[in-house]
């Protein structure tokens, strides 16, 4: 069965590091993207992807990065972690056929920075 | 500024009663609105969606409703069943395509057998 998957699924880091969280899908989906979530905030959208080599900035980018090299990744990165970046991150997936699109989310990535 | 607002932060229903989870949207641009669900330590996933040219669409026990006059939607299940308890998120998008939908903060359903 086609799954999206995160890794890992928890993560402890420092303030001032360098993390890259991983999002692989094996939908073969060219839409992908990341979103955040914290508490009275819902999701928000950090960046999103149409196909390869394609990036774009979503609602709250600042300080985190993306590429898209394959169809199946879209690793998220934080340049240099900071304590506002301690969320909950998802990674979806979606296509786009005729009017219907259906987006598929992974498990989430808990990050904590300390 | 929240654009779509989910004022119930958690709702508990009887086993068998209806569910009725609310969200209110201050775009008047939104034209498609969407409900997620989310079990703990998982990815939402999509339930169902209405699209601004319909005032209602049904799947299963799962009907949405739609008051463009009053930038009101609200997910109604049943009967409530005690695997629907997860938290629900009311999203709403100025047009198609995932960029642009913006998330409420979620309302709990607890369904007590």
């Known amino acids: 069965d086609a799954e999206i998957t995160q890794s890992p699924r928890h993560k402890i880091t420092e303030t001032g590091r360098q993390v890259t969280l991983a999002c692989h899908q094996t939908w073969n989906h060219n839409n992908m993207f990341w979103y955040r979530q914290d508490l009275g905030h819902g999701l928000r959208l950090i960046h999103y992807?149409?196909?390869?080599?394609?990036?774009n900035k979503g609602e709250v980018s600042d300080g985190y990065s993306v590429s898209r090299s394959n169809t199946e990744d879209l690793p998220l990165t934080l340049e240099s972690a900071a304590s506002s970046q301690t969320s909950v991150y998802f990674c979806?997936?979606?296509?786009?056929?005729?009017?219907?699109?259906?987006?598929?989310f992974g498990p989430g990535t808990r990050l904590l920075v300390l | 500024d929240q654009q779509v607002k989910q004022n119930s932060p958690s709702l508990s229903v009887q086993e068998g009663r209806i569910s009725i989870l609310n969200c209110d949207y201050t775009n008047s641009m939104f034209d498609y609105f969407l409900w997620y669900k989310k079990y703990p330590a998982e990815g939402p996933t999509f339930l169902i969606s209405?699209?601004?040219?319909?005032d209602k669409n049904e799947d299963g026990r799962f009907t949405v409703f739609l008051n463009k006059s009053a930038k009101h939607l609200s997910l109604h299940i049943v009967p409530s069943q005690p695997g629907d308890s997860a938290v629900y998120f009311c999203?709403?998008?100025?047009?198609?395509?995932?960029?642009?939908?913006?998330f409420g903060t979620g309302t709990k359903l607890q369904v007590i057998p």
């Open positions: 209405i699209s601004s040219i319909k």
């Open positions: 999203a709403a998008s100025a047009s198609r395509g995932y960029q642009k939908v913006t």
């Open positions: 992807s149409y196909g390869v080599q394609d990036t």
């Open positions: 979806a997936s979606s296509e786009s056929r005729g009017t219907k699109e259906t987006q598929y």
